[in-house]
T-cell receptor, first 115, second 113 residues
Framework: DSGVTQTPKHLITATGQRVTLRCSPR?????VYWYQQSLDQGLQFLIQYYNGEERAKGNILERFSAQQFPDLHSELNLSSLELGDSALYFC??????????????FGPGTRLTVL | KNQVEQSPQSLIILEGKNCTLQCNYTVSPFSNLRWYKQDTGRGPVSLTIMTFSENTKSNGRYTATLDADTKQSSLHITASQLSDSASYICVVTPSGGYNKLIFGAGTRLAVHP
């Protein structure tokens, strides 16, 4: 158990809908990262937050947004969902946010299915 | 072209045997290279992290090597166990990348009794 929690574990929804994925980082970690893993593909970095502020952006679509709250939990909002958004969404956390060597600890993931 | 390429794509070995997984990368300059183990449907778990100046790092039966000149890394698994069945992912962090990890597609390893 990495100490990172994600809810829900599974989510099934329809095209055009909007969903929110939630992540709680390990105790003491200030950074939260979101990743997308489509079927049989590598993980793609979406976005990073550090202590409430956006720190880095990857291949995140405009239909997706995220935020980190004062208690450091984070939410990833996915809107106008398309079939291609079906994937595993992972959250990871680390202590710092600016050093390249920070160990990232991954949560169990949320499996999103768009029908 | 992927910046991190792994081979083979999949591998089947018998329990107790050794195996070596390969990773070639083009990310430059890079800060560190990591190997993760990912069980099906679960989050990746870190095995090793090496900076550009390190050549080898071990974690139990897992040994990673790095050749920064040829931009190659390998993960050697000794005396494989059934629980080693998983995907093994090579990950490179670009320098100054604020932890923007670049993931390879992974090698899917199956250990059979």
């Amino acid at each position: 158990d990495s100490g990172v929690t994600q809810t829900p574990k599974h989510l099934i929804t329809a095209t055009g809908q909007r969903v929110t994925l939630r992540c709680s980082p390990r105790s003491g970690d200030l950074s939260v990262y979101w990743y997308q893993q489509s079927l049989d593909q590598g993980l793609q970095f979406l976005i990073q937050y550090y202590n409430g502020e956006e720190r880095a952006k990857g291949n995140i679509l405009e239909r997706f947004s995220a935020q980190q709250f004062p208690d450091l939990h984070s939410e990833l909002n996915l809107s106008s969902l398309e079939l291609g958004d079906s994937a595993l969404y992972f959250c990871a956390s680390s202590v710092g946010g600016g050093r390249d060597y920070n160990e990232q600890f991954f949560g169990p993931g949320t499996r999103l299915t768009v029908l | 072209k992927n910046q991190v390429e792994q081979s083979p794509q999949s591998l089947i070995i018998l329990e107790g045997k050794n195996c070596t997984l390969q990773c070639n990368y083009t990310v430059s300059p890079f800060s560190n290279l990591r190997w993760y183990k990912q069980d099906t449907g679960r989050g990746p778990v870190s095995l090793t992290i090496m900076t550009f100046s390190e050549n080898t790092k071990s974690n139990g039966r897992y040994t990673a090597t790095l050749d920064a000149d040829t931009k190659q890394s390998s993960l050697h698994i000794t005396a494989s166990q059934l629980s080693d069945s998983a995907s093994y992912i090579c990950v490179v962090t670009p320098s100054g990348g604020y932890n923007k990890l670049i993931f390879g597609a992974g090698t899917r390893l199956a250990v059979h009794p």
